[in-house]
């Protein structure tokens, strides 16, 4: 009857155990329980890296893990887009993918897609702005634009991003809607807008197309002088900047996009902790005094929504690149 009773007491403490165990170790599963990488497919110093970096901090407060951002430069983008998707698929890998990833495969650079990622959301939409610097004699993108016309070929070049990157389309969008070949004026391949802007003060390239945000530091250093933005209206902080269509009748327009995603197949455990954390991060009135600072436009599109908006860019952005003859 001891032994009996013995083995029952055991058999009850063992239960116990296990199940203060189980506890321990679901706590410890719980996501974050550990630092998380937050991957920027471009240079330190650009707009996609500042944007970053600021989500990276607020979800670090909010979720009491360390987010540390690395600079995955290379391959027009590649390089950090691929680190993304290939990663892990266990929230401890996550990025901020671009507008390139609806770009890069129409121009033969890679096979990835919007399709290989989980996405939380999206957090920013910027229009593009054409800039030179302050050396240049071109005073308004309409003396720009007859220079290229009536120059020699490849007196000009211009930068912004990769070869088949948002700002490159950016340019060779607004040269077909002009009647220009965009050719004429070789593209400079960078790794973001940042080194691209740093080229151009340098003397390296005549112009840069990318948003007049990434631009601003610049800009108002007196080093940069902008000639236009390429959104439907002119912007807050640039009010004197006229849109192409107002500089030269174009109708042409183009804007870059940020999203935060993980590799494919991402637990949806992680996914309802992450969006609704990123979600308080986007509502802060730091990334708000932030983004506003800066100029960049905020735009929030959660998860389902994001990827129908890839979607349809993906789409449309084939049809274009093929037509400037940026397809693959």
């Known amino acids: 009857m001891l032994r ?10 063992a239960a116990a155990l296990a199940i203060s165990t189980f506890g321990v170790a679901s706590a410890q599963a719980e996501w974050p329980e550990r630092p998380v990488t937050v991957v920027v497919p471009w240079g330190a110093g650009g707009g996609t890296d500042a944007v970053g970096r600021i989500l990276a901090s607020l979800l670090e407060k909010e979720l009491g893990q360390p987010f540390n951002v690395v600079n995955r430069t290379g391959g027009s983008g590649v ?19 671009t507008v390139e990833i609806v770009m890069m495969h129409w121009a ?20 593009g702005g054409l800039m030179v610097a302050k050396g240049s004699p071109y005073n308004s993108a309409a003396e720009l634009l007859e220079a290229i016309k009536t120059l020699p ?29 965009p050719n004429v004026a070789p593209w400079v391949p960078s ?11 340098a003397g390296g390239v005549d112009f840069v197309t990318s948003s007049l945000a990434e631009g601003r530091a610049l800009i ?9 933005n390429m959104g439907d209206e002119r912007l807050a902080i640039f009010p004197d900047v006229p849109t192409l269509k107002e500089a030269t009748g174009s109708d042409w327009t183009v804007g870059a996009w940020r999203m935060v995603a993980g590799p494919k197949g991402m637990p949806q455990e992680v996914m309802d902790k992450l969006i609704p954390a990123l ?22 599109r959660p998860s389902a929504e994001a990827e129908a908006f890839m ?6 952005f084939g049809a274009v690149m093929e037509k400037a003859g940026l397809k693959n």
Do not use: C
């Open 311 to 316: 979607a349809k860019a993906d789409a449309d």
């Open 220 to 228: 108002e250093a007196g080093e940069v002088r902008p000639l236009a």
């Open 191 to 201: 790794q973001g807008s940042a080194p691209a802007l740093k080229d151009m003060v």
């Open 279 to 300: 979600k308080k991060a986007y509502d802060s009135p730091e990334y708000k005094e932030f983004m506003e600072g800066r100029g960049f436009g905020m735009v929030w």
């Open 153 to 181: 070929a490849s007196t000009f070049k211009g930068s912004g991003t990769g070869q088949g990157g948002i700002w490159h389309l950016g340019y060779a969008g607004w040269m077909l809607s002009e009647g220009v070949d």
């Open 108 to 127: 033969g650079l890679t096979d990835l897609t919007y399709k290989d990622y989980s996405v939380a959301a999206q957090v920013n939409l910027d229009p």
């Open 4 to 13: 009996r009773t013995f083995v029952k007491f055991a058999g009850v403490v």
């Open 79 to 97: 390089v950090g887009h691929s680190s993304i998707a290939t990663a892990a698929p266990d929230g401890y890998t996550i990025g901020v993918i």
